[in-house]
């Protein structure tokens, strides 16, 4: 586990995540604050309702952000269909249309390497089920900044791939099935 309360938390996933990610709002502690950014892989769909499926089972604000805006405690941050979701300078969120990573947009890798380069050792990454290998060079870019890093155990993913991908880039902090990512977002809360 983490020494001290992180900064932000980044979670990435694909096939099978939604069923993960709608698990880990509905338990929640009320007391959890941390921003927590999300790349989700997903169809390209303006009318999407992702948001606001997720809004009616987290106690947290999700927004979806189509400009740039400043991180802050007790939100969620989704990336929106279609864009690339980034962290730059002063913690500012924003959305990016360059081409697509691993096949997507938004990419895991895209949100992992560039929140890994603004907070450093004060950033936990989460890496989920998934079909491709998106999101292994982000959680390695996470750890060579001294972020902390969990994915999910592959034994227990839908799609074993992202996660097993991640494993072989690099050594991560926590392999995790849902409930002990649960468990530790709660206690870090």
Request: glycine share 6%; hydrophobic share 40%; charged share 15%.
């Amino acid at each position: 586990m983490t020494d001290t309360k992180p900064k932000a938390i980044v979670l990435g996933g694909s096939a099978g995540s939604i069923k993960l990610i709608s698990f880990l709002f509905k338990n929640l502690s009320k007391s959890f604050s941390t921003p927590l950014i999300i790349a989700l892989h997903r169809a390209n769909e303006p009318n999407s309702n992702l948001r606001s499926f997720f809004q009616n089972m987290v106690h947290l604000p999700v927004i979806e952000p189509m400009s740039a805006i400043p991180i802050e405690s007790g939100n969620i941050y989704i990336a929106p269909p279609g864009l690339h979701i980034v962290v730059e300078e002063n913690y500012i969120l924003n959305i990016d249309n360059s081409p697509l990573v691993h096949y997507s947009k938004p990419s895991i890798d895209v949100l992992f390497i560039s929140a890994a380069e603004i907070y450093k050792d004060q950033l936990v990454g989460i890496l989920v089920t998934g079909s491709n290998e998106d999101g292994a060079l982000g959680i390695k870019s996470i750890n060579d900044n001294g972020g902390f890093t969990i994915v999910q155990d592959p034994k227990e993913a839908p799609l074993s791939r992202m996660p097993s991908s991640a494993l072989r880039y690099t050594k991560v902090n926590n392999v995790f099935n849902t409930i002990q990512i649960l468990n530790f977002l709660n206690e870090i809360s």
